[in-house]
């Protein structure tokens, strides 16, 4: 059973690119999370989505982020217009309902 | 509002040694902790978690924890520490049904051989 799987590991955009950073969910996982780490600090909780539908997105900024969860395939998590602190860590979560998260390896997101 | 400090940024121990990372939450229910590490490049690995019960908790890697509800702690201890266990450590508080987790912005371990 592979773990929470996230690609790309690395990903460097300039300013103003998209970044599409994808998660794919344990099996029989329906619920995922997502975190990001600045450096130097620890995560903070940007979006928790189930299957299709967002269900907490407190931690999300308001502008030029969005996530998703569809019925079939990955959990996006989407930033357009990069801007260079948008550089960090963006880690995703899954678990089977609402007891105990495994986590995936992050993406490491470059603005340059 | 719910936090977690976790007041030593870095800490250096000889191999050997015992070692404390201490944990205060703030938190207006019952916390549910724990304490990840992440090595460099790396995602987190589970070391242990609260829920209820014993105080006590013991975790992988001869990792153990103790929840004080009095002093709003929950630090993490190993009684000798091996090179391999240098990280950087990760204490989280659950809110509601685990939906959100808060982490202190971690410690960095470091061990001399």
């Known amino acids: 059973n592979a773990g929470v799987m996230q690609n790309p590991r690395h990903l460097v955009r300039r300013r103003g690119q998209e970044a599409r950073l994808r998660c794919s969910p344990m099996k029989g996982h329906s619920h995922v999370y997502w975190y990001r780490q600045l450096p130097e600090e620890g995560l903070k909780f940007m979006v928790y989505l189930q299957k299709e539908n967002i269900i907490d997105e407190s931690g999300m900024p308001k502008e030029r982020f969005s996530a998703e969860f569809p019925k079939e395939g990955p959990s996006i998590l989407r930033i357009q217009q990069v801007v260079r602190g948008d550089s960090a860590a963006y880690f995703c979560a899954s678990s089977p309902s609402d007891k105990g998260y495994t986590f995936g390896s992050g993406t490491r997101l470059t603005v340059v | 509002a719910q936090s977690v400090t976790q007041p030593d940024i870095h800490i250096t121990v000889s191999e050997g040694a015992s070692l404390e990372l201490r944990c205060n939450y703030s938190y207006g229910a019952t916390p549910y902790l724990f304490w990840y590490v992440q090595s460099p490049g790396q995602g987190l690995q589970l070391l242990l978690k609260?829920?209820?019960?014993?105080?006590l908790v013991q975790g992988i890697k001869g990792f153990e924890a103790e929840f004080k509800r009095s002093q709003s702690s929950f630090n993490l201890r190993k009684p000798s520490v091996h090179w391999s266990d240098a990280a950087e450590y990760f204490c989280a508080v659950g809110a509601g049904n685990f939906n959100k987790f808060y982490f202190g912005s971690g410690t960095k371990l470091n061990v001399k051989p």
């Open positions: 609260y829920f209820s019960g014993d105080t």
